[in-house]
């Protein structure tokens, strides 16, 4: 195991990865930058380095200054957490040249995965099911519309570098094409540097289902069931589940072992996860992410492992810990994203915390890096803070996450958590009965 491990990462991640560490005895160094130095996981770490100023591009994106502060606190580890350098192929293969373990998989992984066109190309030949569209990137609106024709209407033009649900647009019919490949263009090369784009089927009433998949990088490999992501907002994730409400175990072995298979294959190292559009029953690949996910705790919750702990076992040159056979789902696990945003306008609302009293219990867990006192600082995204509760079935996991949600308080900024009331009041949700628009709709009818 590693001696000292740097945590290249900021809030709730950071704290998340450094309890893992102390839980395994290997020191912590928190890389910060100078907003940040008030943070919990920096006041808690064994050791901090102030690497920039606040803007992430000075700071937590800067690879020269996260080497630096390896060698200068001897760390022989670092781990990504979700976003910033987590996916960049670059930072993995300079750690690896210093001789310092990248908590993740190896650069080529990275690679080929970050691309989508790339990475759905190697879905396809590794046997998992994928979205109908281009082969490859589209290479003019000429070519977009003979595309499009042959996949049929509505389809999504969708960028090969993207991210975070940017660069993505619909079009319904040809007439709405050429917009939409030029507005996706633009924004894919304002966001990404990278303006290639690829066609997809769009589906209508598709539910998001990923598969949390580990390999061990020796060509083993299991996975640990799905978690399902519908409820998102702007194609971003709101509220995650595991199990998915909807799959049986039949379906979810089948899809489970396909991914399994497909990641021993290509001997992947460390945690990932298969993303998939899930409609009438069929599985449709989306994208892979080389990364542990902001909802990997519902996981932990249903399996009882600590994947961090998995993760950190892997890049030390262990093995896995578990077995497929000895793999077994418990309850039902619900995560709700708490940002610091205007419940109902989601405007982001920075600032100072003046109280915080988190939710506790049986089956009640809160990621979160927020204090009484602490100041969010505007510069990073909004969310503060994961509730995630478990129960014995999905119906008591729902009556525990009113009762935690009623119990939580967060004063002095806005937040997410009356959204949360909401939704426990809607039957289709109280059924489970929702798909990737439903939050969408929900918010236009509610907001008239
Ligand atoms: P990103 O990497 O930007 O998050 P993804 O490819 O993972 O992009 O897609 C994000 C979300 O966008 C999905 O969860 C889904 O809601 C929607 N989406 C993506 N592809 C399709 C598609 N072909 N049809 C309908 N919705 C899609």
């Not at 540097?193 to 209508?204: C, F, M, R, T, W």
Request: charged share 25%; with cysteine.
């Amino acid at each position: 195991m590693f001696n000292k491990l740097l945590i290249a990462n900021r809030g709730e991640i950071a704290l998340r990865i450094m309890r893992a560490c102390k839980e395994l005895g290997i020191q912590t160094v928190a890389a910060h930058s100078t907003a940040d130095a008030d943070a919990m996981h920096v006041r808690l770490a064994d050791e901090s380095v102030c690497i920039g100023p606040p803007p992430a591009r000075d700071s937590y994106l800067k690879i020269a200054e996260i080497l630096a502060a390896c060698e200068i606190t001897g760390a022989d580890a670092v781990h990504p957490g979700y976003g910033f350098l987590s996916e960049n192929a670059r930072f993995s293969e300079i750690l690896d040249a210093h001789n310092i373990t990248f908590v993740g998989p190896t650069a080529n992984h990275i690679s080929i995965m970050g691309d989508k066109i790339t990475a759905k190309q190697t879905a396809e030949r590794l046997g998992i099911p994928v979205v109908p569209g281009s082969k490859g990137a589209i290479k003019n609106i000429i070519d977009a519309k003979k595309v499009a024709a042959e996949i049929g209407y509505p389809v999504l033009v969708k960028a090969a570098s993207g991210g975070g649900g940017r660069g993505m647009k619909v079009a319904m019919t040809e007439a709405d094409l050429p917009e939409a490949v030029s507005t996706a263009k633009a924004e894919a090369k304002a966001a990404f540097g990278d303006d290639a784009l690829y066609l997809e089927k769009y589906l209508i009433t598709p539910r998001h289902i990923e598969i949390q998949v580990f390999g061990d990088g020796k060509g083993n490999a299991i996975h640990l069931g799905e978690r399902d992501c519908s409820l998102q907002r702007r194609h971003q994730k709101v509220w995650e589940e595991a199990l998915s409400p909807t799959l049986n175990e039949d379906e979810r072995q089948k899809i489970g072992k396909i991914c399994a298979d497909a990641i021993a294959e290509l001997s992947y190292s460390g945690a990932g996860t298969v993303e998939f559009l899930y409609e009438n029953g069929e599985f449709y690949f989306i994208e892979m992410n080389t990364r542990l996910q902001v909802e990997h705790p519902v996981t932990e919750a249903v399996t009882g492992i600590d994947l961090v702990h998995e993760q950190l076992r892997i890049a030390s040159g262990g093995s896995l810990s578990v077995s497929q056979e000895e793999m077994k789902f418990t309850g039902h696990a619900i995560e709700c994203r708490i940002n610091a945003e205007h419940p109902a306008t989601f405007t982001p609302s920075p600032g100072k915390i003046l109280q915080y009293h988190p939710p506790g219990g049986f089956g009640v867990r809160v990621d979160s890096g927020v204090y009484q006192g602490y100041s969010i600082p505007p510069f990073y995204d909004s969310l503060i803070g994961k509730l995630i509760v478990h129960g014995r079935n999905r119906t008591d996991c729902m009556m525990r996450l009113r009762r935690a949600l009623d119990e939580f308080v967060i004063d002095g900024v806005e937040t997410t958590i009356p959204l949360f009331h909401d939704l426990l009041g809607e039957r289709d949700i109280q059924d489970g009965n929702y798909d990737i628009h439903w939050l969408e709709n929900y918010l236009d009818q509610t907001k008239s």
